[in-house]
């Protein structure tokens, strides 16, 4: 969501605000804007679109000043304009925020009683107001921001700037990630490490309900109580923090390409010999009666994976949810039940109140996360990174083969405690996952078969996805990906399912992808596959060459990928879902790394 950073510094602080904002982009926004304290004058820019508009601005019209907040806001409360952007100001108060504040209505309907009314249509500006309207009452600067705090309901990350104060910025969070860094002599707030790598190694995450007052040289943090805490501060690996393309187009095809190196980079942090590394504070499967699994968007998808995993390999029943129904159906969680949660950035809201609700109920709750650092790493018994690195592309790519890579050796590890699987049996899995980094290399050079098939499906209103199995779920991850940065349907099923309805949609205009190796269910998909081609559909299979030969010439498109135990075949397969969603987006000319309404990292419900 809604990117987040301060500078108290020794230089001018636009420069720092734009550059530290530009790392946030990933996060996906519509508006930007930032606010300095210049000779003790509190002034802001703000600008619809892309940051290169308030670049622009700030050229035309600049904004000195060495302290400052910066933002790129992704709208929730009212439409994406210049009025609505971020920073908001109300008198000597300017604010940014990460969030929703759900009381803001009662907020604005008390300060009307007093003749105060908004200016925009955010839910945002009412912290601005709410906190100038104690500035009026009396209180300080920092008293008045932490009375507004008290009163707001909701999930936000805010940073305060104040006209008059060139060395403090208020900082607060609940429900929503804000990091503090420090610097010589210079201070920092950034929504999360990426922002704040060029300017400090160190860093100190801020916890549910903390409040910071920070000046140059200090850091005092409060709880809601209003006690001082003590957090520890860390110091993080910057090279590891790294953004850019490295040479590609866009973000997304650089971190396609990346697969075979981080996965390769995973299997080595997991891997020693023929046994699976993990934290010795992981529950005994053997005891487990059942595994409930809980994310969102890609990762509930490498979830569904899992399940397959999990059962068939480790006779251990799996239950999985959306993240966002799971935490109101609030299902009884036994104490023979492993909780487990699934989230690239590790700050997915409702993922995180998910978490939350199985504390106290589950035998132990364990997460995959990419963020070692993130509040679902941090509140878990234990956390899995999945080793992909920085993962800027909206549209989850290496982060989701590396969860499904973490999950797999999850569930091997599993299946050895729970004696289903002897340990040669084990040896002989690990060495065909070892060998996957180079098929990935080999699929790879398929590209320009798959930018082929792409580029006729781009011309498609609708796309069916069809997979059995382990191939379901990758059916249903593909079909994401080709909404999300090519704004085409798609839609997504179980082959068995066609001719309960999706099979009145078949006709000559309608692409169906349908991902089949060569497996023990490759039959019965390949007769799905001529139900569609018998009603003039064209058909798109991605397979393996065993596959290819026995469905025949008369397919539409095919793609060929190498061979591949059918254990493993869910992380060789998500690469043509990927390149194919990619190169249809590239035929369309959409923004393939910042497609329009989504955020790389959901920190709101």
């Not at 602080?13 to 930007?32: F, M, N």
């Not at 998500?574 to 000319?589: D, F, S």
Request: glycine share 8%; hydrophobic share 45%; charged share 20%.
């Amino acid at each position: 969501m809604c990117g987040i950073v301060g500078v108290l510094g020794q230089h001018e602080a636009a420069p720092l605000l734009v550059e530290a904002l530009k790392r946030l982009e990933y996060r996906g926004y519509d508006s930007a804007g930032i606010a300095t304290v210049n000779n003790g004058a509190l002034d802001r820019r703000r600008a619809v679109g892309k940051l290169v508009n308030l670049s622009d601005l700030l050229v035309h019209d600049p904004l000195p000043g060495k302290s400052g907040i910066g933002h790129t806001r992704w709208a929730t409360h009212g439409e994406p304009n210049t009025r609505n952007a971020h920073p908001h100001q109300s008198g000597p108060v300017a604010v940014v925020h990460n969030g929703i504040i759900e009381n803001y209505k009662d907020l604005r309907a008390e300060l009307a009683e007093h003749q105060i009314t908004p200016q925009t249509d955010t839910d945002t500006e009412t912290v601005a107001l709410l906190t100038h309207h104690y500035i009026q009452q009396g209180m300080t600067h920092v008293d008045a921001a932490r009375a507004c705090l008290a009163r707001l309901e909701g999930a936000f990350a805010l940073a305060f700037l104040f006209d008059g104060e060139d060395d403090l910025i208020v900082a607060a969070r609940k429900g929503s990630p804000l990091a503090i860094g420090h610097g010589d002599g210079e201070m920092f707030v950034g929504s999360d490490a990426i922002a704040l790598a060029p300017m400090t190694d160190t860093i100190t995450y801020l916890e549910e309900g903390d409040c910071a007052v920070l000046t140059r040289q200090t850091v005092d943090i409060f709880d809601e109580s209003g006690a001082r805490l003590m957090r520890e501060s860390r110091t993080i690996n910057t090279d590891a923090t790294r953004v850019d393309k490295a040479g590609y187009k866009h973000f997304m095809a650089k971190e396609i390409a990346e697969q075979p190196t981080v996965l390769a980079d995973a299997l080595r942090a997991y891997l020693d010999g023929n046994t699976i590394v993990l934290p010795d504070t992981l529950p005994d499967f053997a005891k487990i009666d059942r595994l409930t699994m809980v994310a969102c968007g890609t990762a509930f998808y490498a979830c569904l994976t899992a399940k397959y995993w999990f059962e068939q390999l480790a006779q251990l029943p799996v239950e999985v949810d959306i993240a966002s129904e799971f935490r109101y159906r609030e299902p009884p969680i036994t104490a023979r039940t492993v909780a487990l949660f699934v989230s690239q950035s590790g700050e997915t809201a409702d993922t995180l109140a998910a978490l939350r609700y199985c504390k106290g109920k589950a035998d132990s709750i364990v997460s995959v996360v990419n963020v070692a650092e993130s509040s679902i790493a941090r509140e878990s018994d234990v956390a899995l990174p999945i080793h992909a690195g920085v993962e800027v592309g909206v549209a989850s790519t290496k982060a989701f083969t590396c969860q499904l890579n973490t999950l797999l050796l999850l569930a091997l590890h599993a299946a050895v405690q729970r004696g289903v699987m002897s340990h040669d049996e084990l040896a002989d899995k690990l060495g065909e996952l070892r060998a996957l980094p180079g098929l990935f290399n080999v699929a790879l050079d398929r590209d320009p078969t798959m930018a082929d098939a792409a580029h006729k499906i781009a011309e498609a209103r609708d796309v069916l996805f069809l997979g059995r199995g382990l191939m379901y779920p990758l059916a249903l991850e593909g079909a994401l990906k080709l909404k999300e940065i090519s704004y085409i349907h798609a839609e997504a099923y179980a082959s068995g399912e066609l001719k309960h309805g999706p099979i009145a949609l078949i006709d000559k205009n309608v692409p169906v992808i349908v991902m089949a190796p060569r497996d023990a269910l490759f039959e019965k998909t390949v007769s799905n596959m001529q139900e569609v081609m018998a009603r003039g559909g064209k058909v798109c299979l991605i397979t393996d060459a065993a596959g290819a030969e026995a469905a025949g010439a008369d397919v539409w498109r095919t793609v060929i990928l190498p061979a591949v135990d059918p254990i493993l075949s869910p992380l060789l397969y998500a690469l043509p879902a990927q390149l194919i969603a990619y190169h249809a987006a590239i035929a369309k000319g959409t923004d393939v790394d910042q497609p329009r309404n989504l955020a790389k990292s959901v920190t709101v419900e």
